[in-house]
């Protein structure tokens, strides 16, 4: 007999047992997601309201900063053709104020309300977030030790900013360097020097800062003449070259205000000085006083008022030096009276007595 023939003839074994635990783990997976379904409903569904409410509060709150930031821009646009504008507002200097300042809040704005729907996301997976806040908590403290220069940086660009302390175009002297505002950064504000380098200070090493372009400046000449001319002749020749100044361009730009002369600042036995000053546009002083003392100079030359420099001048009529003024005086030895000669006077050897 063939071994076809007999393995057709044996009974083939049923599959009960496979059959069974299949159709019994199919039963246990239908009835845990009927148990579960609702749970994963609401989880997911919870997930979604997160994140839309996440999204759509980040959306509105960047829109309401954006608009706020134009209405600054168009509020200073709308006074820079004013005096008052010309005095106060620079309006490309405010332009990027507002926008790092809208930069920074944006940026907050969006790191407060993500890191929120974060965490609520994980808080609805059920998972513990004690360990993950513990461990935020321990980084936090590790940066803010090691890089607490970076942190001081931030903050103090921050406040600078806020403050309106300087701005692109301002002179400042920081103490550490001086110059003119290149760029201001939330960590380094770049400041060209007078001889043209690039000064780099780190905000968190500004202690104190002096502002050369804000408001106005003030330039002084002190004009030094004898003290033997006449004030109201000094002062007439002053206030003629002023007001000649103040007609002119660009002076009459640079000039806010009259010239005045305050008086005599100083008076001496060969000197007498006269203060002048301006208020001037910020940051020309330095150009309206050497410009003031170039045409005083002039004025004081036409006047037939000489000025006193660093060398003396000589008084008209003045008596000629005596001529023995440079010669010495006679010694108290040439007389052999005087005491001094008496003194140094060799004493004579004693006589005999018995002669």
């Not at 908590?137 to 903050?155: E, H, M, P, Q, S």
């Not at 305050?262 to 410009?291: C, F, N, Q, Y």
């Amino acid at each position: 007999m063939s071994l076809s023939v007999l393995l057709a003839a044996s009974p083939s074994p049923e599959p009960v047992g496979s059959l069974g635990e299949a159709a019994e783990q199919a039963g246990n997976a239908a009835g845990w997601v009927e148990e579960n379904w609702s749970t994963w409903l609401s989880t997911g569904l919870r997930i979604l309201l997160i994140i839309a409410v996440a999204i759509t509060l980040r959306y509105l709150i960047r829109r309401a900063l954006t608009n706020l930031i134009d209405r600054m821009n168009r509020s200073a646009q709308a006074v820079e053709g004013t005096a008052l504008g010309g005095l106060l507002v620079n309006a490309e200097r405010r332009r990027q104020r507002s926008e790092a300042i809208g930069s920074v809040l944006r940026s907050v704005a969006s790191f407060l309300i993500m890191g929120t729907a974060a965490l609520m996301v994980l808080g609805a997976f059920k998972i513990n977030l004690a360990p993950l806040l513990a461990s935020a908590g321990v980084a936090g403290v590790a940066l803010g030790f090691g890089a607490r220069n970076l942190v001081t940086d931030f903050l103090s660009g921050v406040f600078m900013i806020l403050e309106d302390q300087y701005g692109v175009g301002d002179t400042v002297d920081a103490g550490v360097a001086s110059g003119e505002v290149i760029e201001v950064g939330l960590r380094v504000t770049k400041l060209r020097g007078d001889n043209g380098e690039i000064w780099y200070v780190r905000n968190g090493e500004v202690k104190r800062i002096g502002n050369l372009s804000q408001g106005w400046s003030t330039a002084g000449v002190d004009v030094t003449v004898r003290p033997t001319e006449d004030l109201e002749r000094v002062r007439k020749a002053i206030t003629a070259a002023a007001d000649a100044m103040t007609k002119e361009e660009p002076w009459s730009e640079r000039l806010w205000g009259p010239v005045e002369v305050l008086g005599l600042d100083a008076v001496l036995l060969d000197s007498m000085t006269v203060r002048v000053t301006a208020k001037t546009m910020p940051g020309k002083s330095i150009g309206v006083e050497r410009e003031l003392r170039w045409r005083i100079k002039q004025a004081l030359d036409e006047a037939g008022i000489r000025m006193i420099g660093a060398i003396p001048q000589a008084v008209d009529g003045e008596s000629a030096a005596d001529p023995t003024a440079a010669m010495a005086a006679p010694s108290a030895y040439a007389s052999a009276t005087s005491p001094q000669s008496l003194a140094t006077t060799p004493i004579p050897p004693p006589t005999n007595l018995n002669k």
